[in-house]
């Protein structure tokens, strides 16, 4: 009897641990999620020009107040950043996420419905953490290297707020 009752105590105790454990790494499993959510574009810097995003609708050379990009725990987007369709087009599509291996940089792919080849990566770094929840993260990217013109090598750099939606 003895020993059936400490095989029981020892099974509880087990699929406690076991249940426990579980809750705690939960969190970690879903910290790659800290980008979910609704992101407004705030700035936009290419090399040492830099460009705050508080400009009136008409005005096309200035990057407009209110472009937003939602990204979905469904792997979906929806972007209403225009007048950088040559960075990221406006308009809805996939995601996907990873980290580099060997390396502890993450990066998001874009694939826009419109134009499924038109693949983005960008390399994503969240910051102002604060319970656990990023206030603000940045897309850097470039389009890599041109011989002809090193101006166009300067990094692309997206700068977001979240919104608290």
Request: proline letters at 5%; hydrophobic letters at 40%.
């Amino acid at each position: 009897m003895t020993s059936t009752r400490t095989r029981l105590i020892s099974a509880a105790a087990a699929t406690a641990v076991i249940a426990s454990s579980t809750l705690f790494a939960a969190p970690a499993a879903q910290a790659d999620g800290g980008y979910y959510g609704t992101w407004t574009l705030t700035a936009v810097k290419a090399g040492e020009i830099k460009q705050k995003c508080d400009g009136l609708p008409q005005e096309e050379d200035k990057c407009r107040a209110g472009m937003t990009l939602a990204l979905k725990a469904n792997y979906r987007y929806v972007s209403t950043i225009k007048g950088l369709e040559i960075i990221l087009l406006p308009g809805k599509g996939d995601f996907v996420t990873t980290t580099m291996a060997g390396t502890a940089s993450h990066v998001i792919v874009f694939n826009t419905d419109d134009y499924p080849t038109f693949l983005r990566v960008w390399k994503v770094t969240l910051k102002g953490t604060r319970y656990g929840a990023p206030s603000k993260m940045v897309l850097t990217g470039s389009f890599g290297e041109n011989p002809e013109d090193p101006s166009d090598d300067a990094p692309i750099k997206l700068v977001f707020r979240r919104d608290a939606k």
